[in-house]
């Protein structure tokens, strides 16, 4: 069977640390590359990302750099979507690194299933103890809940995938929301179950993905998230699930009960017991990376469970505070 033409499309904003590391193994595919281009939009970066994602695209025929001066990724990818020319369309992150096969086995995924998009589960890059516990605790199911797309090991139908593939007639009949600054992707895919399509999470379309290195940014990554979703879910209510909500309705839980449990006995019990639960999950994950990664790295992700989740609920909370004061005006 004829192969089809394939584009992928990298979004990038002051990514100079990370842009080479990506582009060099979009080079390296498996892929024939006569069938393969490369589109980069950078997002006006103030740092060398343009350069260096210049360097490698001069050199290689098929692959062009583009520019966004409105910055948002979801701006970059529907220019890659408007200038492409393949087939099929694949949009990359300038944070990833995909494996050799990962065009052929995202293109073999897409011809099988008949499904709209295919992507593969989010595997963390990572270069030290911090990040070692920030990436566990995005694969673990206490971190991110029914989000299945972070942790499969076998192929399933998802409501999202990471780096979504799918033909380029999908992705110019349905481009991406550019009034989502995040979550664009999941607003996308939520977008394309609710037209009766489906979408596929195979192991096999391996990629790494650099998570951030502190857990301050983790909980600033988080705490968009969290404010995004409130847009996201504001035009897909049906899509709402707990993982979505409990954080939010956790935070506004200690919002209202830890100033209470100052002053009663009562308000102090209710706060105990519905954090001791958690406590001790947290501990245990905790230990157990120590044991596999070492003390500084079980300690990381001891603090870095409740910033993702606190920070998510926040956000949320704050995204719905805001979409009910630009109501009221």
Not at 136 to 164: I, K
């Amino acid at each position: 069977m004829k192969q089809p033409k394939v584009t992928l499309v990298v979004a990038a904003r002051n990514e100079e640390a990370n842009i080479e590391a990506c582009l060099r193994s979009l080079a390296a595919q498996d892929y024939d590359p006569a069938l393969l281009k490369v589109l980069v939009v950078d997002g006006e970066s103030s740092d060398r990302t343009r350069e260096r994602a210049e360097a490698a695209v001069g050199r290689r025929p098929g692959w062009r750099l583009l520019d966004n001066p409105r910055r948002i990724q979801a701006v970059s990818w529907n220019l890659g979507i408007r200038e492409a020319t393949g087939d099929v369309l694949g949009i990359v992150s300038g944070h990833a690194e995909l494996a050799p096969d990962y065009v052929s086995q995202a293109v073999e995924t897409l011809r099988r299933t008949g499904a709209a998009m295919v992507g593969g589960p989010v595997t963390a890059l990572t270069d030290g103890p911090i990040s070692a516990a920030i990436g566990a605790a995005m694969a673990s199911p206490f971190g991110v809940g029914g989000a299945r797309h972070h942790y499969l090991t076998t192929e399933a139908e998802t409501d999202t995938v990471f780096m979504g593939v799918a033909t380029s007639e999908t992705y110019r009949a349905n481009p991406f929301d550019e009034e989502m600054v995040r979550n664009q992707d999941d607003e996308l895919s939520y977008r394309l179950i609710d037209a009766g399509h489906v979408i596929v999470c195979n192991p096999a379309i391996r990629s790494r993905y650099r998570v951030r290195s502190s857990i301050a940014a983790l909980a600033r990554q988080y705490w968009a998230y969290g404010y995004w979703k409130v847009a996201v879910l504001a035009r897909h209510p049906r899509r709402a699930k707990a993982r979505h909500l409990l954080p939010a309705l956790v935070v506004g839980g200690i919002a209202v009960i830890g100033p209470l449990a100052l002053v009663s006995g009562s308000a102090r019990a209710l706060l105990l017991a519905g954090s001791l639960p958690y406590v001790a999950i947290d501990a245990a994950l905790a230990t157990r990376q120590a044991r596999e990664k070492g003390a500084a790295s079980g300690l990381a992700l001891s603090v870095a469970f409740p910033a993702m989740h606190v920070s998510y609920g926040a956000g949320f909370v704050r995204g719905l505070w805001d979409a009910w004061r630009r109501r009221r005006s």
